[in-house]
């Protein structure tokens, strides 16, 4: 082998590794991209999640002391303790986990004095106390709607905040798939030229 084709062989091969690293590096930094697309989905949607349970529990535990309350029927106090069970269960994986915004940490403190005024609406009741528990009762009327609000603005800014970063890791994948794309086209192209020139001064060679 001449020395001609020796220094064409050499970056050819040197050109081939450069190209298996900067394809493999892309490969992976397309793969942690998908996996941020993926962590996204998951993490950031069960916030959501959790945020449309809370209202549910909320809306529902209120029902339930206005029904016992209109009808005095204890069918709907167990329905309110059922219902406080399992939000208490919710709150607490939510709040044990620390991805959980602060917000809606926030959100579930001031939950949790709506939950102490209800328990006192109990207490009345359970005294026979119709008339106090009834005027209590309304009292938290308008601090439950502005919880019930405050959770859905705060569900609304979480959907729109998960929407952005869609797009944004979305935009981020169709870019380094260009980019890939791209240089992989240019590489080939190199490698084919230099294939070309080993070739040719092969042929050369021959010849003289």
Same mark, same amino acid.
């Given at each position: 082998?001449?020395?001609? =084709? =020796?220094?064409?062989?050499?970056?050819?091969?040197?050109? +081939?590794?450069? +190209?298996?690293?900067?394809?493999?590096?892309?490969?992976?930094?397309?793969?942690?991209?998908?996996?941020?697309?993926?962590?996204?989905?998951?993490? *950031?949607?069960?916030? @959501?999640? %959790?945020?449309?349970?809370?209202? @549910?529990?909320?809306?529902?535990? %209120?029902?339930? $002391?206005?029904?016992?309350? /209109?009808?005095?029927?204890?069918?709907?106090?167990?329905?309110?303790?059922?219902?406080?069970? =399992? /939000?208490?269960?919710?709150?607490?994986?939510?709040?044990?986990?620390? *991805?959980?915004? +602060? +917000? #809606? $940490?926030?959100?579930?403190? *001031?939950?949790?004095?709506?939950?102490?005024? /209800?328990?006192?609406?109990?207490?009345?009741?359970?005294?026979? &106390?119709?008339?106090?528990?009834?005027?209590?009762?309304?009292?938290?009327?308008?601090?439950?709607?502005?919880?019930?609000?405050?959770?859905?603005?705060?569900?609304?800014?979480?959907?729109? &905040?998960? *929407?952005?970063?869609?797009?944004?890791?979305?935009? =981020?994948?169709?870019?380094?798939?260009?980019?890939?794309?791209? $240089? %992989?086209?240019?590489?080939? /192209?190199?490698?084919?030229?230099? #294939?070309?020139?080993?070739?040719?001064?092969?042929?050369?060679?021959?010849?003289?």
């Amino acid at each position: 082998m001449t020395v001609s =084709q =020796q220094k064409w062989l050499t970056l050819l091969i040197l050109l +081939s590794l450069l +190209s298996a690293l900067i394809l493999a590096g892309f490969g992976f930094q397309l793969r942690d991209t998908r996996h941020q697309l993926e962590s996204i989905h998951s993490q *950031r949607l069960d916030s @959501y999640d %959790a945020i449309e349970e809370i209202m @549910y529990f909320n809306i529902e535990r %209120a029902n339930a $002391i206005r029904g016992l309350l /209109a009808y005095e029927d204890r069918r709907f106090l167990e329905s309110y303790y059922s219902m406080s069970q =399992q /939000a208490e269960e919710l709150k607490t994986s939510i709040t044990n986990d620390p *991805r959980t915004p +602060s +917000s #809606l $940490i926030d959100l579930l403190y *001031r939950d949790g004095i709506w939950e102490q005024g /209800a328990a006192e609406v109990l207490v009345f009741y359970e005294r026979g &106390d119709l008339e106090a528990a009834t005027e209590l009762a309304e009292t938290m009327t308008d601090q439950r709607q502005t919880i019930l609000e405050d959770l859905r603005a705060l569900k609304k800014l979480q959907y729109e &905040d998960i *929407r952005k970063q869609l797009v944004a890791t979305e935009n =981020q994948i169709d870019v380094l798939i260009q980019a890939l794309t791209s $240089i %992989a086209i240019l590489l080939i /192209a190199a490698l084919l030229v230099l #294939l070309f020139l080993l070739f040719k001064t092969r042929k050369k060679d021959r010849l003289q």
